[in-house]
């Protein structure tokens, strides 16, 4: 079995650290738990063994009923500290999905936007969920079933070497051997199977996160019928793999019964003429025969364990994918980080998607005391030039810089507290608009009130019965377009940035409406450098200074 241990290694080495630090002491008690019962539970069928004999001398003395009740108190204890383990064990699993989903989400919003293009939130969260069982099964597996039987088959085997037979303990040890492997040889077999299901899991995951955000343009279209078809066969795919994945383990079934029978075949056929030549006694044999059933029990653990790891293994993968996608690498945050002049330098800035579209060698300086419009056909790379001041991603060649400052060298935090943008598709959470506009920030007032005038909304939001208590619906399609773009305008400017960046900001709106709105940032334009993409000539004053681009290889 081939495992990519440069993909799953760091995402379980941060977990598994946070978890070991997180839950240490609730490790410890189920350590001690798990060899307390262990020893109790190989005591209990010793201890019978030798009552046997002792009853076989024809002599029951008295004080046998003693060592009986010694024996019945083992058991009881060896239950109860195997019952404590395991509750103790499932504390602890809880403790793990804590730390794996905010270990992974905090991951997540370090990532780039083309992971967020790539990759849509069922299918995150399918990744995240199979990622946390598959961590939790192992974690749950190694301390609640391979621990125990470890340590069960280490001393299980020394009193079985010591008592009976040195050959006798060689055999099981055999098996046992014999057993693990061919459990690992199933998985090694029957892994490209599970791969494939949950690989075609994840592509029916993110089909469904795609079908949910169109839902009303496939009802529209009446496309509904078409895209469960779809979904259908997807999941046809997923359950085929399975049932493959699954057929192929039940054929060893067979291998695995046949190495059980030898085993006691073998064992057997050594030990009975002992008996018979009385070499050993009968509670010896007793005592084999529950050992043997111990034994097996471990060996079956762990090899059961080997399986649940290669499943987990597979399971795991999408979600060591996403931990290890590219993240924005970033230049340490400083806090010292200013704007002054706020003047922003595009030198010679070129950026090649995978495709070969995007910008080329563009050069411009944005200034205060007027409002800097980026124009050019369709495609041009108007939203791009947004995404690298955003440092979405970095110039494939040329600089940008503020007031001389190269961005490169600024954090995306740093760069953050002085910035704000109002993007073409606005996100409003389903929430008050005052939180849509304040969005986390400290909340004050008197700023949240001038944002909304200065976004030509306020006497909108007044008019409302509950004025910024008005909660907007999902997405925010309870308001019109245009007051999406104007609650998006005023939450940009809330906490009075340096820079702001306008990309087909006003689209939505009238023409008198966009006028109003470009006319209020004009009265802010010598506080705030304004850069705005636009479509529409009409918005533009005389003033205004106008970047003109075109697509690579043509001149604007
Ligand atoms: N993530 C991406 N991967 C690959 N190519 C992209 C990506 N985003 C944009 N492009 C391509 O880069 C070019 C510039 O796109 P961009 O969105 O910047 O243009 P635009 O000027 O903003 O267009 P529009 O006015 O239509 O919004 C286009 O040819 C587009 O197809």
Same mark, same amino acid.
């Given at each position: 079995?081939?495992?990519?241990?440069? #993909?799953?290694?760091?995402?379980?080495?941060?977990?598994?650290?946070?978890?070991?630090?997180?839950?240490?002491?609730?490790?410890?008690?189920?350590?001690?738990?798990?060899?307390?019962?262990?020893?109790?539970?190989?005591?209990?069928?010793?201890? +019978?063994?030798?009552?046997?004999?002792?009853?076989?001398?024809?002599?029951?003395?008295?004080?046998?009923?003693?060592?009986?009740?010694? @024996?019945?108190?083992?058991?009881?204890?060896?239950?109860?500290?195997?019952?404590?383990?395991?509750?103790?064990?499932?504390?602890?699993?809880?403790?793990?999905?804590?730390?794996?989903?905010?270990?992974?989400?905090?991951?997540?919003?370090?990532?780039?936007?083309?992971?967020?293009?790539?990759?849509?939130?069922?299918?995150?969260?399918?990744?995240?969920?199979?990622?946390?069982?598959?961590?939790?099964?192992?974690?749950?597996?190694?301390?609640?079933?391979?621990?125990?039987?470890?340590?069960?088959?280490?001393?299980?085997?020394?009193?079985?070497?010591?008592?009976?037979?040195?050959?006798?303990?060689?055999?099981?040890?055999?098996?046992?051997?014999?057993?693990?492997?061919?459990?690992?040889?199933?998985?090694?077999?029957?892994?490209?199977?599970?791969?494939?299901?949950?690989?075609?899991?994840?592509?029916?995951?993110?089909?469904?996160?795609?079908?949910?955000?169109?839902?009303?343009?496939?009802?529209?279209?009446?496309?509904?019928?078409?895209?469960?078809?779809?979904?259908?066969?997807?999941?046809?795919?997923?359950?085929?793999?399975?049932?493959?994945?699954?057929?192929?383990?039940?054929?060893?079934? +067979?291998?695995?019964?046949?190495?059980?029978?030898?085993?006691?075949?073998?064992?057997?056929?050594?030990?009975?003429?002992?008996?018979?030549?009385?070499?050993?006694?009968?509670?010896? #044999?007793?005592?084999?025969?529950? #050992?043997?059933?111990?034994?097996?029990?471990?060996?079956?653990?762990?090899?059961?364990?080997?399986?649940?790891?290669?499943?987990?293994?597979?399971?795991?993968?999408? +979600?060591?994918?996403?931990?290890?996608?590219?993240?924005?690498?970033?230049?340490?945050?400083?806090?010292?980080?200013?704007?002054?002049?706020?003047?922003?330098?595009?030198?010679?800035?070129?950026?090649? @998607?995978?495709?070969?579209?995007?910008?080329?060698?563009?050069?411009?300086?944005?200034?205060?005391?007027?409002?800097?419009?980026?124009?050019?056909?369709?495609?041009?790379?108007?939203?791009?030039?947004?995404?690298?001041?955003?440092?979405?991603?970095?110039?494939?060649?040329?600089?940008?810089?503020?007031?001389?400052?190269?961005?490169?060298?600024?954090?995306?935090?740093?760069?953050?507290?002085?910035?704000?943008?109002?993007?073409?598709?606005?996100?409003?959470?389903?929430?008050?608009?005052?939180?849509?506009?304040?969005?986390?920030?400290?909340?004050?007032?008197?700023?949240?009130?001038?944002?909304?005038?200065?976004?030509?909304?306020?006497?909108?939001?007044?008019?409302?019965?509950?004025?910024?208590?008005?909660?907007?619906?999902?997405?925010?399609?309870?308001?019109?377009?245009?007051?999406?773009?104007?609650?998006?305008?005023?939450?940009?400017?809330?906490?009075?940035?340096?820079?702001?960046?306008?990309?087909?900001?006003?689209?939505?709106?009238?023409?008198?409406?966009?006028?109003?709105?470009?006319?209020?940032?004009?009265?802010?334009?010598?506080?705030?450098?304004?850069?705005?993409?636009?479509?529409?000539?009409?918005?533009?004053?005389?003033?205004?200074?106008?970047?003109?681009?075109?697509?690579?290889?043509?001149?604007?």
């Amino acid at each position: 079995m081939k495992l990519d241990l440069a #993909l799953v290694a760091p995402p379980l080495r941060t977990i598994l650290f946070h978890y070991l630090k997180t839950a240490r002491l609730v490790l410890l008690a189920v350590l001690a738990t798990t060899l307390l019962g262990t020893l109790a539970s190989i005591g209990a069928p010793y201890l +019978f063994s030798r009552l046997i004999d002792q009853l076989s001398a024809a002599s029951v003395a008295s004080g046998l009923i003693w060592a009986f009740m010694a @024996y019945a108190v083992l058991m009881g204890a060896a239950y109860a500290f195997q019952r404590m383990s395991s509750f103790l064990t499932f504390m602890t699993s809880e403790s793990l999905n804590f730390v794996t989903s905010t270990s992974f989400f905090a991951r997540l919003v370090e990532k780039t936007s083309s992971f967020f293009l790539d990759h849509n939130p069922a299918e995150i969260e399918n990744a995240q969920q199979k990622g946390e069982r598959a961590l939790n099964i192992v974690v749950q597996f190694a301390l609640a079933a391979v621990l125990p039987s470890v340590t069960q088959l280490i001393l299980a085997l020394g009193l079985l070497g010591t008592v009976l037979d040195f050959d006798i303990a060689l055999i099981v040890f055999g098996y046992g051997v014999v057993y693990v492997a061919l459990v690992a040889r199933a998985a090694s077999v029957t892994r490209p199977h599970l791969d494939e299901a949950i690989e075609q899991s994840q592509a029916s995951s993110r089909f469904v996160g795609n079908a949910i955000s169109s839902m009303d343009t496939l009802r529209q279209f009446q496309s509904a019928g078409w895209m469960i078809g779809q979904f259908t066969n997807r999941e046809r795919t997923v359950l085929e793999a399975f049932g493959r994945y699954a057929t192929t383990h039940v054929r060893y079934a +067979f291998i695995f019964g046949l190495a059980l029978t030898v085993q006691f075949a073998i064992s057997l056929w050594l030990l009975v003429p002992r008996v018979a030549a009385g070499e050993l006694t009968v509670g010896d #044999l007793v005592l084999f025969n529950t #050992l043997l059933l111990q034994l097996n029990l471990p060996f079956q653990m762990m090899g059961q364990a080997i399986q649940q790891f290669a499943q987990s293994y597979s399971n795991f993968l999408p +979600f060591a994918r996403m931990w290890q996608a590219d993240a924005h690498d970033d230049p340490e945050t400083t806090d010292t980080f200013a704007v002054s002049e706020g003047v922003i330098g595009f030198e010679d800035v070129s950026y090649l @998607y995978p495709n070969g579209r995007g910008v080329s060698e563009i050069s411009f300086t944005a200034r205060r005391g007027t409002i800097t419009y980026i124009t050019g056909d369709t495609g041009a790379g108007k939203s791009t030039l947004f995404k690298l001041l955003l440092k979405d991603m970095r110039p494939t060649s040329g600089s940008i810089t503020v007031d001389g400052t190269d961005l490169g060298a600024v954090s995306r935090t740093d760069w953050f507290a002085h910035v704000a943008a109002v993007p073409q598709d606005i996100v409003l959470l389903n929430d008050t608009l005052a939180t849509n506009i304040v969005l986390g920030r400290p909340f004050d007032e008197a700023r949240l009130r001038r944002a909304a005038e200065r976004a030509a909304i306020l006497a909108f939001i007044e008019g409302l019965e509950a004025g910024f208590d008005t909660v907007v619906g999902e997405r925010g399609l309870k308001l019109s377009g245009g007051e999406r773009q104007r609650i998006a305008i005023a939450r940009a400017l809330y906490a009075d940035p340096a820079v702001v960046l306008l990309d087909e900001a006003s689209s939505a709106l009238d023409a008198e409406t966009e006028k109003d709105i470009m006319d209020q940032l004009r009265l802010i334009r010598d506080e705030v450098t304004i850069i705005a993409i636009t479509h529409r000539v009409s918005v533009i004053a005389p003033d205004d200074k106008v970047v003109r681009i075109g697509p690579i290889g043509t001149q604007p």
